[in-house]
């Protein structure tokens, strides 16, 4: 519906992210293979703060995220962050590049949405409706994260799926 945003899990290929354009008109507040269709720019002004919010609101933090970067082999963390082609590579140069880039690009981004920046708000204010829709059995959201921005309204399940109704605080 107009006025919507949604915000779903996006893990990896299958998850209701990359499906829910089918069901919806609505935005998606995030989905890892949206990047291939920003351009650098887009990217860097869009995509990344709202990957930032998908982190927070699924229980990620900036410590977490630099702890992993620190580990001996970075490389499954940078591939989830949709840092594609500095995963891939050997270790080296490059893949330090790609970890420095998280660390410039986007923990700055969590660290705004974890000190609930006005940004932040500002954002979900833009929306009338907020619906997370995460895995019945499996949740990634972390209900005390949304419950922080947004005031819960309702919630729908089903045998597989959970449907939360927000609007912003």
Request: include cysteine.
């Amino acid at each position: 519906m107009k006025g919507d945003l949604l915000i779903a899990r996006s893990l990896n290929v299958d998850d209701a992210c990359g499906w829910i354009a089918l069901l919806s008109k609505g935005p998606v507040l995030f989905c890892t293979d949206a990047k291939t269709m920003f351009t650098p720019q887009q990217n860097r002004d869009i995509h990344r703060f709202r990957e930032a919010a998908h982190l927070y609101m699924s229980g990620k933090d900036s410590a977490s995220l630099q702890r992993a970067l620190a580990a001996p082999d970075p490389s499954k963390q940078i591939w989830q962050l949709g840092y594609w082609a500095e995963a891939s590579l050997w270790p080296g140069e490059e893949r330090n590049e790609g970890v420095r880039a998280i660390q410039s690009d986007l923990i700055p981004l969590l660290e705004q949405v974890e000190r609930h920046d006005v940004a932040v708000d500002a954002f979900f204010h833009q929306y009338r409706r907020i619906i997370v829709i995460d895995n019945q059995r499996d949740r990634i959201f972390a209900l005390d994260r949304l419950a922080s921005f947004l005031e819960l309204e309702g919630q729908q399940t089903s045998d597989d799926m959970v449907l939360l109704s927000y609007a912003p605080k």
